[in-house]
T-cell receptor
Framework: EAGVTQSPTHLIKTRGQQATLRCSPISGHTSVYWYQQALGLGLQFLLWYDEGEERNRGNFPPRFSGRQFPNYSSELNVNALELEDSALYLC??????????????FGSGTQLSVL | AQSVTQLGSHVSVSEGALVLLRCNYSSSVPPYLFWYVQYPNQGLQLLLKYTTGATLVKGINGFEAEFKKSETSFHLTKPSAHMSDAAEYFCAVTNGGSQGNLIFGKGTKLSVKP
């Protein structure tokens, strides 16, 4: 069974550009979560999608957005990139939308560098 | 609001020694608690979780954690460290509600010396 896959592995952008990150969940999982892992800050929750809808959002500005497609894959878009957006972006999936009893399966991440 | 505090951003132990990684949480409702591990250049994987029931939870790779409500703690232990345990460990909390997101601590990097 394939795990959560993320692309690209690395992404280099310059300040002001837009970045698009992609995630394919494990087959059968309907929920996708995005986290930002910046150096020294741990994992910060960004977005949660389930069944194509945005269910919850972390404390990030509107230039962080995304969507979930009918096949449950997801895209994270970051507009007007700033230097502090440089981080590892992790995607996770779950078959239990509230994941109160389930567990998250994480991808290996996309390392975004903003120059 | 919920939060997690992991004491010690870096812990170093000798191979065969006890591993103790500390986690304290803050939650206004009964929490669900998790420990995840991140090996270099990989995503996170679940070590163990506490939802309800028995307060001593056993996970993979010989790790266990005990939920202590009176101390608001969920410390992770392993009796004997292996070199392969070197990784970053994250404690996380959710209240099991519909918010859908885990709140993670900042992580503790575990080094194991031969």
């Amino acid at each position: 069974e394939a795990g959560v896959t993320q692309s690209p592995t690395h992404l280099i952008k310059t300040r002001g550009q837009q970045a698009t990150l992609r995630c394919s969940p494990i087959s059968g999982h309907t929920s996708v979560y995005w986290y930002q892992q910046a150096l020294g800050l741990g994992l910060q929750f960004l977005l949660w999608y389930d069944e194509g809808e945005e269910r919850n959002r972390g404390n990030f500005p509107p230039r962080f957005s995304g969507r979930q497609f009918p096949n449950y894959s997801s895209e994270l878009n970051v507009n007007a990139l700033e230097l502090e957006d440089s981080a590892l972006y992790l995607c996770a999936s779950s078959f239990d939308p509230g994941h109160s009893r389930g567990k998250l399966f994480f991808g290996s991440g996309t390392q975004l560098s903003v120059l | 609001a919920q939060s997690v505090t992991q004491l010690g951003s870096h812990v170093s132990v000798s191979e065969g020694a006890l591993v103790l990684l500390r986690c304290n949480y803050s939650s206004s409702v009964p929490p669900y608690l998790f420990w995840y591990v991140q090996y270099p250049n990989q995503g996170l994987q679940l070590l163990l979780k506490y939802t309800t029931g028995a307060t001593l939870v056993k996970g993979i790779n010989g790790f266990e954690a005990e939920f202590k409500k009176s101390e608001t703690s969920f410390h992770l232990t392993k009796p004997s460290a292996h070199m392969s345990d070197a990784a970053e460990y994250f404690c996380a909390v959710t209240n099991g509600g519909s918010q859908g997101n885990l709140i993670f601590g900042k992580g503790t990097k575990l080094s194991v010396k031969p």
